[in-house]
């Protein structure tokens, strides 16, 4: 059976791709969501509807929307309705703390938000302060929406004084060199910037991936990485769209809960970071469940052990298992193995550069290394961001003057073109999939009246890969435990971010220009382990 890729369809915008996969794939399942389902047609059907309503809460061709809330078809629906409509979709993580959104509100210049109900046992609008309120127009609440809240029904409601010519008329304003979404991603300086992404290049990096992994028509795929990432909305909801494949959302992460749905619901792809894989292979009675429908693990964005690929295939039965590379500048892709990779290459490196992009590797003096020679690593092509939002700045200094991104990470490309991960420029670490950036936990965390100093690193962590560990010096006349640092960054930041461990100093070692010497940390740490 064909799908759009094999059609010859050029890839424009998300809307125009919605339309092509109703035509294409018709009353195929398109999506599942608990008790929820949606052909292709139908799926289409209600990205224009949403479209219609976001156009009647005044949302314009360039504004900035935002999602706050976990994996589910409105998440997706409401993604789908503000790209038709020609807004700009800004996702946020649903562990971000009321502080941390309202300054993405603020940086991205957001009017109207999309908010879960209640969720983990708060109502998430209520965590908002009353300047990030103040600066939204509305708040349309999914689920349980409470008095001064916008339901999701009322919103669509509204949307019936719009005509289908007034939708389809503003879908035809948008472009495919058109803004597509804003993903905020921090780094060294720990403040979020936001990566500008395009429609084209969008649908054509996972056009790229999916053909890359080898993603089915009539696949069955469990989204378990949250939308709000690249990752999960990229590779799982708009290549299931592009595909003809199934998305299945899946709200938490729980080895049970997984393990089920692969038994009872015939799942047949799941992407994620290896703590997934590794949850499911823990588990006590993971014989008991039938996982004879697994066919595709697609794993990356930490260590992949050798074992691990060889247990999903032997314990867990996929029969192709992937791992790849890649940054949110980028559009969560840079390079991938292939379905095809026997494990050595799957386990030891990120496969290869996608067609019609350059990976390469570049010197401290500028010039790019052959094969073999470790430095920087450095991408080129469609798949590179636009840039910064409102930030030029930094902008400049992550792309140079000759296209080429710089990813503060240093590999090398082995003999057989596969590309090796020795190291980070940055000092990033990644924790059960999600990036954490020392500089933004410790500006985060020195608002602790008792924190005079504090330098955060990454240690290894069988599970998760990585976690965090703060060094702490105390404000001189204060005292604080362990336990009372790590629940009062429970309180405020987003719960990946926490560090694991806290160890307290007295001096922290620094350079002759007072700089802390982060890899005197690491061997100290080392050393003591």
Known sequence: MKN????????????????????????????????????????????????RAMIAAGVGKGDRVMIWAPNSWKWFLTALGLVSAGAVLVPVSTRFKGAEVSDLIERSGAN???????????????????EARAALRNIVVFDGARPGDVSWDEFLSVGESV??????????????EDLSDLLFTSGTTGYPKGVMYRHRQCLSVVDAWATRVGICRGDRLLVIPPFFHAFGYRSGAIVSLMRGAVLIPHLTYDAEEILKRVSG???SVIAGPPAIFH?????????????????????GGAVV?????????EDLGFAGVVNGYGLTECGGYGTMCSDKDDDAQIANTAGKAFPDTEVRIMGDDGNLLPDGHPGEIVIRGYLVMKGYFNDPDATAKTIDPDGWLHTGDI?????????RIEDRLKDMYITGGFNCYPAEIERLMSAHPAIGQIAVIGVPDERMGEVGKAFVVLRPGTSATAEE?????????????????????????????????????????????
């Open 4 to 51: 759009i890729h094999d059609s010859g369809w050029e890839f424009t915008t998300i809307p125009a791709l919605s339309a092509r996969a109703a035509e294409i794939y018709g009353t195929e399942t398109a999506l599942e969501d608990g008790g929820t389902t949606f052909t292709f047609v139908e799926l289409d059907a209600m990205r224009r509807r949403v479209a």
């Open 305 to 313: 052990p050798a074992t691990l690929i060889r247990r999903m295939r």
């Open 163 to 176: 005509t289908p010519d007034d939708q389809i008329a503003r879908e035809n304003e948008v472009g495919p």
């Open 485 to 529: 640092l790590v629940a009062w960054a429970r309180d405020h930041i987003a719960n990946f971010k926490v560090p694991r461990f806290i160890e307290f100093r007295d001096v922290l070692p620094t350079s002759p220009q007072g700089k802390v010497l982060k890899t005197e940390l690491r061997k100290q740490d080392e050393a003591a382990a």
């Open 279 to 299: 949850g499911m292979l823990q588990h006590p009675n993971l014989a008991g469940f039938d996982r004879s429908s697994l066919r595709l693990g697609v794993t």
């Open 411 to 419: 590999g090398y490309f082995d003999e057989n073109g596969d590309l």
């Open 265 to 267: 619901e015939d799942i």
């Open 112 to 130: 109207i938000m999309f908010a879960c109900g209640e969720f983990l046992g708060r109502y998430y609008p209520d965590q908002l302060p009353a």
